[in-house]
């Protein structure tokens, strides 16, 4: 990484007088400097309608008991890390501390925690509102197995943050990426097997949908049924006759041929 | 519960059943023990009673007696029970208490045209909402008639020839979004039927229904077009939704009989 080497530039531009008296004003500065990002991201955020985004996760209700909220934690951290960053700055330029790698290394990992811990809470956040989204679709199914599902959600979308996070800060995440890979493998691969007849009928259903070789009110012959074209949607296609209903899944539609009856 | 106090746990101590009428949580909350039957447009407290309102009814008498004959057809009191209901007429607390008895509402349909045609509820609702804003508003300022046949469209379509192209041919635009309303105020100048699916897809617009008007027996001086609303109900599981260009009164037909007539300037 090519850096400009800022220290070595300071002093060469100042003396040691003026570097101190430099890096006091720089401190100085980063008060206010942490304050306007403080307010900057309050106004931002809030004007962003987090607030609303975030209301009634866990994350936020913790916030809450702390008397500050989601916003204001991300405003806080935006702050310190502004602060921070003005005192390494300062001590860098007036080389108070030791000018070691110690240092230099540490500005270098800064910005990647502040990144980790920003991930880590929109993690938690997105997590709960994930949750929340996916529980309220599923309201009208009064299941107690289907609870199970907003909670995958949930710890899903954690698992990802939690890996972002980690490798921020640079652990090796090399064996909870293949857990991980495993993890979206299983998905992918049971959710074709297990939705394979709804896929190829919703395939089929397009099909239909946009040439329409037969509509609502045609008289048809579809898979040994034969009647009235009720509906046809995505799925299914429902053809009456006389008080019966056949609900033909589309992919037996395109695979048995249609029939259209004119008298 | 502000407006009631604590006279309501009297009120409600001896009857058979207590309806609330979209309470808050907190209220169903306190009346819990009763086992109340909620009516309302949504069951925001779970309720495990609930009435469904398709339409947003100011009156409340129009309120009870659809809650009242939607819990006697769904089994949640008895066809004798002596209700207390509990609703809103001015605020959004409640601050009305009723003393009905289920007898008194003798079958109307009007719970039965919604909860238990072919259509969904909300195909139904949504049709009678473009119906009375038309009614409302008209078309251009000019009253306008319109008739909706919602539901069975396979069977209207047979009972039903063309009158002229059909416009919405291979679209698939369903009643109840903003733009297919207006879509559908443009087209009530048309003459003829709109053919709406049970899932609510807009089939087709200019039909001339052709359904057999023996023995449809409708309140007389209605026209033509409430006469043809009868008649195609009665031959098919359809429900008709008329919009009167003399009257202006929307008006709801089911198995060849009147069911709901409603006043387009009160909603």
């Known amino acids: ?263 | 519960m502000t407006g009631l106090g604590d006279f309501v746990e009297e009120l409600v101590a001896d009857v058979d059943a207590v309806f609330l009428f979209s309470p808050t949580a907190s209220v169903h909350e306190r009346l819990a023990e009763h086992d109340p039957v909620v009516v309302g447009a949504e069951n925001e407290v779970d309720a495990e009673a609930f009435v469904e309102l398709p339409l947003d009814f100011n009156d409340l008498t129009e309120r009870v007696r659809f809650g009242v004959e939607g819990a006697r057809e769904s089994g949640h009191v008895d066809p004798e029970a002596d209700i207390v209901c509990l609703a809103q007429v001015f605020d959004d607390d409640i601050d009305t208490v009723t003393r009905v008895n289920a007898a008194d509402f003798p079958e109307s349909g009007v719970y039965d045209l919604f909860a238990d045609s072919l259509a969904e509820p909300s195909v139904i609702r949504n049709v009678l909402e473009v119906a009375v804003e038309l009614g409302k508003k008209g078309q251009k300022g000019k009253p306008v008639g319109a008739l909706f046949v919602v539901g069975d469209a396979g069977k209207v379509m047979n009972k039903s020839r063309p009158l002229s192209y059909n416009p919405f041919e291979k679209s698939h635009v369903h009643v109840g979004d903003p733009i297919v309303n207006v879509m559908l105020k443009e087209f009530s100048r048309l003459d003829g039927a709109f053919v709406i699916s049970d899932s609510g897809k807009i089939v087709s617009a200019y039909r001339y229904l052709e359904p057999s008007a023996e023995g449809v027996d409708i309140p007389k001086g209605l026209g033509a077009r409430h006469m043809a609303a009868g008649a195609i109900t009665r031959d098919s599981n359809a429900v008709a939704i008329v919009l009167s260009e003399s009257d202006g009164l929307v008006r709801a037909f089911k198995a060849g009989e009147l069911i709901l007539e409603l006043d387009p300037e009160e909603y």
């Open chain 1, 1 to 263: 990484m090519t850096q400009i080497d800022w220290p070595t530039l300071v002093r060469s531009l100042f003396s040691q007088e003026t570097a101190f008296t430099l890096s006091i004003a720089i401190l100085i500065l980063g008060v206010v400097a942490s304050y306007s990002v403080w307010r900057a991201t309050h106004r931002v955020l809030d004007q962003a309608g987090i607030n609303d985004v975030v209301e009634g996760t866990p994350f936020e209700r913790t916030a809450r008991s702390f008397n500050t909220s989601t916003v204001g934690i991300i405003a806080t951290l935006g702050a310190i890390f502004a602060y921070v960053a003005a005192i390494i700055l300062a001590l860098s330029i007036a080389r108070m501390g030791n000018p070691d790698l110690f240092w230099s290394q540490l500005t270098a990992y800064f910005p990647r925690l502040f990144v980790a811990a920003l991930a880590i809470i929109t993690g938690l956040v997105v997590g709960d509102k994930a949750k929340l989204l996916v529980s309220e679709r599923l309201r009208s199914i009064k299941l107690p197995e289907v609870d199970i599902i907003p909670e995958l959600v949930k710890y899903s979308v954690f698992y990802i943050a939690a890996l972002i996070a980690l490798g921020q800060i640079g652990v090796a995440t090399s064996a909870l990426l293949i857990l991980l890979a495993v993890y979206a493998f299983a998905i992918v691969f049971l959710g074709g097997l297990a939705f394979k007849d709804l896929l190829a009928s919703g395939a089929a259903g397009i099909y239909l949908l946009l040439s329409e070789p037969y509509s609502i009110g045609d008289q048809v012959r579809i898979d040994e049924h034969t009647g009235v074209v009720q509906e046809v949607d995505m799925f299914k296609t429902r053809i009456e006759n006389e008080g019966r209903e056949y609900i033909v899944p589309n992919r037996l539609v395109l695979r048995s041929s249609i029939v259209r009856i004119r008298s």
